[in-house]
């Protein structure tokens, strides 16, 4: 059974940083694409960031410029690295095995103006 673990999240003024973890429980991490979402209360899911097998990354526009997906296959760890956060940012973040059913419990991220 896979297992993906957030944490990192929390409240933070605007402006300000936090960096996301998500743990992989199997080693299958290393072969996949790996994902971010983010969901606010009355919204959809959106996609944050992803990042594949080989580093290649893609960012909403939302994000561009100050949020940065890094990844470390030898610890099975998925990182977002969120930078000049703004209160639109306010969600719950979770990771996710690209093309999987496997998601995480989820982390908020909540920024105050």
């Known amino acids: 059974q896979v297992r993906l673990v957030e944490s990192g999240g929390g409240l933070v003024q605007a402006g300000g940083s936090l960096r996301l973890s998500c743990v992989c429980s199997?080693?299958?991490?290393?072969?996949?694409?790996m994902t971010w979402y983010r969901q606010a209360p009355g919204k959809e899911r959106e996609l944050v960031a992803q990042i594949s097998s080989g580093g290649a990354t893609n960012y909403a526009d939302s994000v561009k410029g100050r949020f940065t997906i890094s990844r470390d296959n030898t610890k099975n760890t998925l990182y977002l690295q969120m930078n000049s956060l703004k209160p639109e940012d306010t969600a719950a973040y979770y990771c996710?095995?690209?093309?999987?059913?496997?998601w995480g419990q989820g982390t908020q991220v909540t920024v105050s103006s």
């Open positions: 996710h095995i690209h093309w999987s059913v496997y």
């Open positions: 199997e080693s299958i991490f290393s072969d996949r694409t």
